[in-house]
């Protein structure tokens, strides 16, 4: 299902509050409102992944994986770095270094 873009609005910018605003949970939001779901369990359905998962990400005992990170851009559209920017994370740089 794709959306239309330019509708929504992804800060990209790098801010000493930006660790404090890092949350998956409005990611799960904006998905929801996206794909017009009611809920997380629609949202499950949608993602192909079990609810306990859902649930982990929302109260942060989980981080949002690659794979998931990828079915969310096939549903939605959206680029990975657009997701990301959606739960907060605006990092130019991710992963091992140097």
Do not use: W
Not at 64 to 86: D, K, N, P, Q
């Amino acid at each position: 299902m794709k959306y239309n873009k330019s509708a929504l609005v992804v800060n990209s910018g790098d801010s000493v509050d930006d660790k404090a605003s890092f949350n998956p949970g409005h990611l799960l939001d904006v998905l929801l409102e996206i794909l017009h779901l009611k809920n997380d369990a629609a949202l499950c359905r949608v993602l192909c992944v079990s609810p306990p998962l859902i649930s982990k990400i929302r109260n942060g005992s989980l981080q949002i994986s690659a794979a998931s990170l990828i079915r969310m851009h096939e549903e939605t559209g959206l680029t990975v770095g657009e997701l990301r920017g959606l739960m907060g994370d605006h990092r130019k740089n991710f992963g091992v270094s140097d």
